[in-house]
Structures are given as C-alpha cells and as structure tokens.
C-alpha cells in the first residue's frame, strides 16, 4: 500500500451507463463518480435518480428520522469542530478555567464560526491507568457548565463514544447504559461514534431512550440501513473524480448531513470543493490528538465564504431540485477546471462553482437561459449581472463562488438575504503555504547546585547521541506529525514503533536514584501548606491528608505536573529532562520504586493549541484489549511516551510519579 494514494475501498464508484444494469452495488459506494466525458452527463444524471429510486425500494426507507422534534439542527450543521478538551482556545491551564468565548471568537474569525463541537476527552491518554472512558468525562470540574455556555454561544455539543474501550475499570452496568446517563446529565445533542460506521443497536437505543431527539455521526461510510436512524456521517478519505461526483448517502436522504474530511491534509480544497457541490459540511480539526495539522489560510478563507451562504439557502440545498454538474457551464470555464450544481426552489436558484486549477477562472461560468431576476454573487460580494453572454465571474484557483438568483416572486427576507451577502466582502486568499507551529520546549528551570535530593548519580555534561524509541499512534512524537498528506493509516503501521536518533547537549546534573516517596510529599505538603490551583485528584489515593499506612514508601503518585515541580522547586532541584533520566538510568545504583510507576520529566511542549510531556520508565500497569490504550508495562531506558496532557487534575494517575535532578 502506497499510503500517499488512495485505497481501493476509496475510490470513487463508477456508474455503470449501460442500459438495464443492476445498480444496487453502488449501495456501497462513498462516492458515486462523475463520468470523463461530458456526453455523458444526461445519462449519468438519469443513472443517479434511477438507482436512487431502487435503493428507496430496496431499503424501505421512510425518512421519519429526520421529521424528530429537536433533531432538525443537524440538516444545517455545515461546520463542527473537533477539539481536544484541552485545546488551548478552550481551556486556560494558568486559570484552570474554560474558556468557550475565546473558542468560539476563534472559530468566527477563522472558519466563518461552528455549528456543532466534539469535545474529544480521553484518547489518546485512555489507558495511563484504570480510568475508562466515561469517568474521563465524569472527572471534569466544570463540564456541565461549558457545554451549557457553549450552548449559549450557538453550539451544538457531541459527545465521543469508543467502543474499543474493553479493558480499562468495568462498572456493573453496560457501555450503553453508561453512555445513557452522560448523555441525560450533561445535555449533549449528538454522539459521535469512533471507530464505527454505526452504532450497535444496543447502544443507540439506550440513549435514545434518555434522549430521543439525540443524534448519531459514524466515522466513516455509513450502511444504506443506517441513513434511516443516524442522522450524520462522516466523508473520511474519500477519493473524488476530477469532475466532483456525489456523495452517496447525502443524495439518497438530502437531509442526512456529511462532513468531509482528512485529518492529515495540509490542503484541503479536494474535500472543501466536494462538499460545496454536494451542499454538504465540514470537519475542522487544527490539532489531531497533538499533532498540529492547522488550516491554510486559503482554505480557511474558502470555507468562510461557504458557510454563510449555506447556512442562509439552506432550505434550498436540502429542499430543491438539484441538478449534479449543470449543464450551464460553458466548455472553456470547464476545459479549465469549472464544474458547479445546480440547486432550485421556487423561484430562487442557486449555484455553487468550484475550480480545480490552480490558476483564477474570469470569464463567463454560466449560460443560464432564464436571465430574469437579481442576481447575486454570495460568497464574494462582488456585484454581478446575467447578460445574453452569460454570467461573468471570476471563481478563484483552488476555490469556490456562489451565485443566487431570486425571483420576482421570492419573498422579501430571501431577498434581503440574498443582497446582504452579494454585498459583504469575504475575499478569496490564495495563500496556501501550511501555517506551521512547530512544539516548542518549555524552558528548563535553573537550579543553584545546592539541592537536597538524597543519594543520587551523576549525569556528566557533553554532547550524547541517544536512541529513543515510540509507538507512533497519531499523536507523533515531540512536533511532528505523522501522517501528512496520508490516507488512511492502518495498523500495524499506525501502532508501530519507531526508532530516532537525537543529539542532545546536557548541562551536566545529578539525578535522584530514586522517585519521591508518599513520606516526602507529605513533608513538602505539610512544610509549605501547598495547594495545587485546581485540587482535583490530588493525592487521591491519601486519606486525611496522609498516605494509608504501609505505602510511605511507595512512590507518590496522583500528582501533575505543576505538583511535582513545585517539590523539587522546595527541593531546591528540577525535574530531569527525559535525556537526562534516560541517561542516569543506565548508571549503576538508578533504581524504581514498587509498585512500578511512570515518571514524569522536564520535558514538557507546548504549540499554542496542545501541551504534552515526556513519560519515562514505564509503570506496572497494563490496559489489555486494545492498541489505542497507553502503552503500560515497564518500559526500557530508551523509550518515550508522550503524554497529552489535560487540565482539571486528570493528569493526576495512580501510575505516574517523578523523581528529581539538581
């Protein structure tokens, strides 16, 4: 497999023209492609209603889904973001407070604002210890508060659901009525099922049950059988034609939503162009599990200009005649790449035009034999005029335009709507350089060489070359992410281990041969009266502000980052750096405490959206089950996990502890 082309199972489908043939196996398809040669397009077209009208047939289908009270939002819902719950537009780590204006004033200003949010909770930190997928929302100070301000702002909230979670704590009761409960006690409008294409029946009526208007997005191609009960779906990895072809599930039912997207693209024109001809959505998602793969400015811009005039015709993109690539397009607007849809009701028509070239389209982009009415260019705000040549425009390289006709018997809020966006700029960019963040090291405190660590061993000063190994999974490791411009990775690459060489440069320190016991913490707690700023699981595992007696002795875990640093700090050391325990734990007298526990280091990153933090050392515990938990067991010197770190104390584990260096 070539992982920079696309799948066999991606591809477009192609429609069989042939007279008499079965259609049914295009039941399957993601998307139906668009045939080579023009000529074709009549039969094309008529092939496309034909196998619609057999799969209606097919699958007795009544749409009564989509007729739900309090499920209509999801017709309309062009642009979700998906978040890490900690994404730094959404959460403050220096207050220990969210933040869902900063959030939202972001998603406003940069992709023409969100309609629906995913907050992503556990993955890929699921696994650190025992905790399953539902305690690590159940956890958070404040949730049910953010989603009610989000809510307040004008978004819809999706919760994540992962099946694969079967190893982590079991309560008594089933993931379905777990999930139930979640979706009850903090008001969430959708579920969004990852790693699925559908929901286990089980499952979905469970929840629907607590709330019957609740909505369900798969990952990826959605069953013909599920359309009738999820109303949203994912358009993940899939491949078009040149000429865009339609999307499969979102032809057979117009009000089922899909939402295009590959998470590793630096260029997302192919999915943004799709979905504007489809009259579809989007997927935003700047940071992949840590991994920045943020927006180009040029696509950013692109879907600014989509969103306000999809959200404004919507009744006529999910109501109207649609008429896949129009025949109005003249044959040098698409000899050059120009191809549009075509969308009427009542008297409003609209068309979305999109050009594949790189280079601007200006001339005449359609032929419309019906020149009567205002006529409106909505994702521009150029003014524009149908003469007896045609309708000029200019449709931007790698971009999309919009126009609108109203009718004389429109009404007067279309039309005001109409002339609003024909007269607003939203000007094209066509910068698509990738806006690069790369993760930078948080500076690593100085310390005065006069630190009471205890025993210790030495660290010299120099230049070393080390060997670290990871598992790659998606969140990389340090800055990098590690599928760009990929199709979908598959496992065992996506959970494979890779092998770096890295030159380091150490001050020279000494390492404490051990990690800091219960009987130490709770002298540094009782000698300064420290209290974390969000006390959230600090010290869980103490009772009465003490350890239980007998584990004095055992390293003290339930602790964050901020925690560990703030003892050594009264210590008078640092953490080490991952190098720096790397390097002392192949001196001899380096020891682990029992039990077993990961170590945290000085080795933290931050890019402005995530944080992350370098884990040494392995810990005793091991989630068993799935390849998308942490790793656990103990670990070799040379191995570096890389901890996503979170906010409101759910870094705080049972199986994480430090050690300090001076």
Known sequence: MNPLEPRPIDLPARVDLGLGTDLSFLDDAKILGAPEDPADLPRWRAKLAEWRFGAFERTRYDGSHYEQPGREWTQTAYSVALVWLWDDLLYDVRTGKFTPEK????????????????????????????????????????????????????????????????????????????????????????????????????????????????????????????????????????????????????????????HHTRRWNRDHSDELQSAWVNGVGMLVWESVFSAWVGWNARDRATLRRMVAAQRAFAPVLIGGDWIQLTPEIPEKARDHGVFGSRFDLADITFWTLINRHDEDFDGIVLRSEDQVGDWYDVTSGVPITADDDGVHLTVPGRGVAGIVRVGATAGASCRATA????????????????????????????????????????????????????RRRETGLYDTAPYVEEWKPLPPRLHDIQTVEREVSLPGVSVAVAEVTNAEYLAFVRATGYRPLVANRFLKHWVDGAPVPGTEDQPVTYVELQDARAYAAWRGGRLPTEDEWQIAASVDGFVRREPLVWNLTESEYRDGRSRFCILKGGSHYVAEGSDWYADGGPQDPEVSFKLVLTGGGLDRSENIGFRCAG
């Open 419 to 470: 002339r609003r966006l024909g007269t607003m700029p939203r000007a094209h960019v066509s910068e698509s350089a990738f806006p690069m963040r790369p993760a930078e090291l948080v500076p690593v405190p100085v310390v005065s060489g006069d630190a009471e660590l205890g025993p210790t061993v030495d660290v010299p000063a120099g230049e070393r070359t080390l060997t670290v190994r990871h």
């Open 103 to 258: 959030f939202v004033e972001h998603g406003i200003a940069e992709f023409g604002g969100y309609d629906a949010i995913v907050l992503w909770h556990a993955y890929p930190v699921i696994g650190i210890d025992d905790r399953n997928q539902f305690d690590f929302y159940r956890d958070v100070p404040g949730l049910r508060a953010l989603i009610d301000d989000l809510h307040r702002l004008g978004l819809k909230v999706f919760f994540d659901y992962n099946p694969w979670d079967v190893g982590s704590r079991r309560a008594d009761r089933s993931d379905s009525d777990e999930f139930a409960e979640l979706v009850t006690d903090y008001a969430v409008d959708g579920v969004f099922l990852d790693t699925l294409k559908e929901g286990d029946p089980k499952f979905t009526r469970a929840i629907r049950q607590a709330n019957p208007a609740i909505a369900l997005e798969g990952e990826s191609r959605l069953p013909m059988a599920r359309i009738g009960d999820h109303a949203l779906s994912w358009a993940q990895w899939f491949a078009d034609t040149h000429a865009p072809g339609v999307l499969r599930a979102h032809l057979f039912e117009r009000r089922h939503m899909m």
